[in-house]
């Protein structure tokens, strides 16, 4: 399951006579930045400069007043060229307003996180312009708050889903699996994943022998009185083990890299993403986990270490020396499927 987490708001760069077919092929969008009466009947809300538009934006303080006075969602656009533009949107912003747009041009880091530190605890929306998907990954990220949403100028539907998927959080069915089989396998090769994030308790990585059975692999944030916390790290599990990376796929441990992109995931089920840093493969004694969630079943191979935890289902940590059969963890399963280079692929597979 996935929601989107802000908002990302479409300015159709097509010709008029290409609009609707441009707009049929929109997945996901709801708001567009567009003249309304170009989409009327359509299943859209508008932002634009129009007292018709659902939400109006506003080119002077004049206008913004008049927008406030009939009681319409309105808000305040100014290029952002110098302090004195950063001032103004701070000035139109104190005065109650839904939402500020903001264009920049050369610079366009250092004036966004000026204008989110002034006003992210505020109620009025910062809501940014960008040409195209990168730019808008950079503003979703600025100081780490970002955006609270982007108007992207596009005519290209694959850069509109593209960015759907930076705004998109997806949401995992985390449940309880009760553990019914443990075995010392040996040793074998496992993989730390080193993140370019700083990971909290109650975050991990789902991974699993089966792409629909993963459980939920607690981060180093905790550390130990022998060991120092690594709240970046997942020591993850053995190489041949699954992950979920952010579109959907999987990958084997073995295969992620510096700059891989992963999913952590926290014992609600709610996702992020975050790069690797560098992937560590070691050898190293090695403990099989089984557990099972109703009639499925699935299995985890982890390096037999104290600082490897799960997350039983009252959230407490469990270290992988400790776990007992009947113990209840947090994993994630969903109707068996097949995976050909890490795509799902609906095939009869018996997976042991």
């Not at 990585?205 to 997942?234: A, C, D, K, Y």
Request: proline share 3%; charged share 25%.
């Amino acid at each position: 399951m996935t929601k989107l987490s802000r908002e990302l708001i479409i300015k159709p760069t097509v010709p008029e006579a290409d609009l609707d077919d441009f707009l049929s092929s929109l997945k996901g969008v709801t708001f567009l930045n567009i003249d309304p009466r170009l989409v009327s009947g359509k299943p859209f809300k508008t932002i634009f400069e129009s007292e018709d538009a659902d939400e109006v934006i506003c080119q002077t303080i004049d206008e913004l007043k008049k927008a406030q006075t009939s009681g319409k969602v309105s808000g305040y656009f100014r290029k952002v060229l110098n302090n004195q533009d950063i001032d103004a949107l701070i000035q139109a912003a104190g005065s109650g307003i839904d939402f500020v747009v903001v264009e920049a041009f050369d610079w366009k880091i250092i004036p966004l996180e000026n204008i989110i530190a002034k006003l992210h605890r505020s109620r009025t929306k910062i809501y940014a312009t960008a040409k195209d998907a990168s730019e808008v990954r950079t503003m979703l990220g600025v100081l780490e708050v970002g955006v609270d949403g982007v108007i992207l100028s596009t005519n290209n539907v694959n850069e509109v889903n593209e960015c759907r998927k930076y705004l998109e959080t997806i949401i995992f069915p985390i449940q309880s699996a009760k553990i019914v089989n443990i075995k010392d396998v040996g040793t074998g090769e496992r993989v730390c994943v080193d993140t370019v994030s700083m990971l909290k308790k109650g975050e991990g990585m789902l991974i699993g022998s089966r792409s629909n059975f993963m459980f939920l692999v607690h981060n180093e944030s905790i550390g130990s009185s022998f060991t120092s916390p690594r709240p970046f790290r997942v020591n993850a599990g053995a190489v041949y083990c699954y992950t979920i990376i952010p579109d959907g796929n999987t990958k084997y441990l073995s295969e992620i890299e510096s700059g891989t992109e992963i999913l952590i995931v926290n014992k609600e089920g709610s996702s992020r993403r975050a790069a690797v840093g560098r992937s560590k493969i070691e050898t190293r004694p090695l403990r099989l986990i089984r557990a099972s969630i109703g009639d499925e079943t699935g299995t985890i191979i982890l390096q037999n270490a104290e600082t490897i935890q799960l997350i039983a289902n009252d959230g407490r940590l469990i270290p992988i020396t400790e776990v007992k059969v009947g113990d209840e963890v947090l994993a994630c399963t969903k109707t068996s499927s097949g995976r050909h280079f890490g795509l799902e692929v609906k095939e009869f597979i018996l997976e042991k």
